[in-house]
Each structure stands twice: as structure tokens, then as C-alpha cells.
């Protein structure tokens, strides 16, 4: 499987936060069937927390799990990404060599405030399409617009872009709420991606993608749980044909 959102870059973010546990979470990620993931620190300009990305420090980092990665023997390919946060300026940004898309690809990871309206989405979203980019949107369930109408999604899915489902969300480890809309989601055809988010080898969103396929096995069936965990990635990574399925109109939603 290839894991297209995770936090495993040690000290750049909120993720792993030594090198130890970016190791650790190689390892777990590889136990899970994981062969190939792409690191995406948080690219935010403003939030203190999480200012310390920069591009130099990322590849820093990346080299120095890299050399770890086979000092263990642990075989885990790493392509570089950002998880660019959905604000003006960001397309420049990325222009700029600021931000980075998935490894030599055009496409890149983009998540908003959980408060966004769908038209402001839509807005940030068909600014990087016009500047020809491919663009994942991380973690659908979490945005407050989807949650009151996943039928949300569509127009964008319709326009080419593709949701990225975190796996913690579908086993349940974030609530029964939450784990009802990533399975109304999947279901509808509405999510055409499933990813760690993993930020640490021990608490909240783990590197459980084993976990997560087993799970849409049991709801979509192997050969579509295969499309979202290896070759829809693998086609973002070298941007390749995707053609997803046809959303389904979610019918008589009552929230999550
Ligand atoms: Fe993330």
C-alpha cells in the first residue's frame, strides 16, 4: 500500500518528534502492508505550533530517516510532500518552492479550517486546478460542511479532485460519529483515497492502514479498497489516468 498522508518527519510539525519515533512508525507502517509513504509535514504560514517547516529542514529530516530507515534494514520508500493548508497565498507559495507537491508530480495534499464553507473550498481548490495541479483533499470527514451534507463532495469530485479518507476516522479510533460518516463516505463512492494521517507511532491516528483496508474490504470489497490504497495513490505519485467512481447521492443524512 502506498500511504499518501502522514506526519512522520521527526520535529517539523506535530507529528513524530524524534527520530526514534519516525523509525517507530516505519516500522509499524511496513507491519501494515505499508511500502510507500509519502511525507507530508503541515505547510500552515502562520500557526505557531507548527512553524518550524521549511523546506530545507524537511529534506534535512527526510535524508536523515532515510539513512536510519537502512541502518535497520526497514524497507519503506519515502517521497516527499507538504499537507498545505488552504489559504490565500498558498498557490505562490508552492510556486515559490515554499510548499512542495507529491515528490515530482503536479499533485498536492491541501486541507482547510473545519469551519470552511463549501464555496470557500471550492474557491482554494479550483485556484490550484487552474494552475494545473492535482489536488487531494485531506481528511473530508473533518470539515463541518461535510459533516452536515457529505453530498457536498461531488461537484469537486466530479471536477477531478479526490478525497483522502484518514483510516483512524473508518476503525472507529475517533468515535462512532465519526467512523458512521467515513462509512456513509466510502460507500457513496465520495472518497477515492485512504490515508494514515499518522502523527505519531503511539496515540490518536496511528499507522494502521492494514487496519484500515481490512475494514473496506468488509465495505467496498478488495478490488475497490485496492484502487484507494495503491493505485489511486500510485497514480498521484507519477500522475497517471485516474478515473474514479460515480458518486451516489447520499440519501436521507442526519448528520454524524
Ligand atoms: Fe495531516
Redesign the pocket.
Known amino acids: 500500500m502506498i500511504d499518501l ?1 502522514a ?1 512522520i518527519l521527526h520535529a517539523v510539525d506535530d507529528g513524530a518528534r524524534t527520530l526514534a519515533e519516525a523509525v517507530a512508525m516505519a516500522r509499524a507502517s511496513v507491519a501494515q502492508g505499508v511500502t510507500t509513504i509519502a511525507a ?1 509535514p503541515h505547510g500552515h504560514s502562520s500557526v505557531s505550533a507548527w512553524a518550524g517547516y521549511s523546506v530545507i529542514k524537511l529534506h534535512d529530516r527526510l535524508d536523515e530517516l532515510r539513512a536510519a530507515l537502512r541502518a535497520e534494514r526497514i524497507a519503506l520508500e519515502l517521497v516527499p510532500g507538504t ?1 498545505i493548508f488552504g489559504e490565500p497565498g498558498a498557490v505562490e507559495r508552492l510556486r515559490q518552492g515554499e510548499l512542495l507537491p507529491y515528490g515530482e508530480s503536479k499533485a498536492v495534499l491541501v ?1 482547510f479550517h473545519f469551519g470552511i464553507t463549501q464555496a470557500a473550498a471550492e474557491q482554494v481548490v479550483f485556484a490550484f486546478q487552474r494552475a494545473r495541479h492535482r489536488v487531494v483533499i ?1 481528511h473530508p470527514e473533518r470539515y463541518r460542511f461535510v459533516q452536515d451534507d457529505p453530498n457536498s463532495l461531488s461537484p469537486m469530485i466530479e471536477r477531478g479532485v479526490l478525497m483522502q479518507l484518514t483510516g483512524d476516522a473508518l476503525v472507529g479510533n475517533q468515535g462512532e460519529g465519526m467512523r458512521h460518516l467515513a462509512e456513509t463516505l466510502l460507500t457513496h463512492g465520495l472518497i477515492q483515497i485512504i490515508a494514515s ?1 499518522a502523527h505519531g507511532p503511539h496515540h490518536n491516528r496511528l499507522p494502521n492502514m492494514g487496519q484500515a483496508r481490512a475494514r473496506a474490504n468488509e465495505l467496498i470489497g478488495v478490488d475497490a479498497t485496492d484502487l484507494l490504497t495503491q493505485h489511486i495513490p500510485a497514480a498521484v505519485l507519477n500522475d497517471g489516468l485516474i478515473a474514479p467512481a460515480t458518486p451516489q447521492q447520499v440519501q436521507r443524512w442526519s448528520g454524524r
Open positions: 498522508h506526519h507530508t499537507e486541507e485531506a494521517d
